[in-house]
């Protein structure tokens, strides 16, 4: 069983930053890890992934603004994001992979403010 623990949301001003943490614990190997956002009324989507290999991906809405990195001996995911806006308002979920199974962590809300 794996357990994600996220942290780092919070509310922030259009143009400020935030950092989000996400750990999984357990003796498994992770393979890809990422983030995904879910704002009110919208479907879930998408953020950004990154594998263990460190190649990662994007949602064209945050590329050159969100990086996402990991910490493989940690089993911790990272999602620094700059240049916030308005719009990136959402609850982030973390999510980790491990063969077939797919984890979620619990939400974090971030409220970026105008």
């Known amino acids: 069983q794996v357990q994600l623990v996220g942290s780092g949301g919070g509310l922030v001003q259009a143009g400020g930053t935030l950092r989000l943490s996400c750990a999984a614990s357990?003796?498994?190997?992770?393979?890809?890890m990422g983030w995904q956002r879910q704002a009110p009324g919208k479907q879930r989507e998408l953020v950004a992934a990154?594998?263990?290999?460190?190649?990662?991906n994007y949602a064209d809405a945050v590329k050159g603004r969100f990086t996402i990195s990991r910490d493989n001996a940690k089993n911790t995911v990272y999602l620094q994001m700059n240049s916030l806006k308005p719009e990136d308002t959402a609850v982030y979920y973390c999510?980790?992979?491990?063969?077939?199974?797919?984890?979620w962590g619990q939400g974090t809300q971030v409220t970026v403010s105008s």
């Open positions: 999510n980790a992979l491990s063969g077939i199974r797919k984890y």
């Open positions: 357990g003796s498994i190997f992770i393979d890809a």
């Open positions: 990154i594998s263990s290999g460190g190649i990662t």
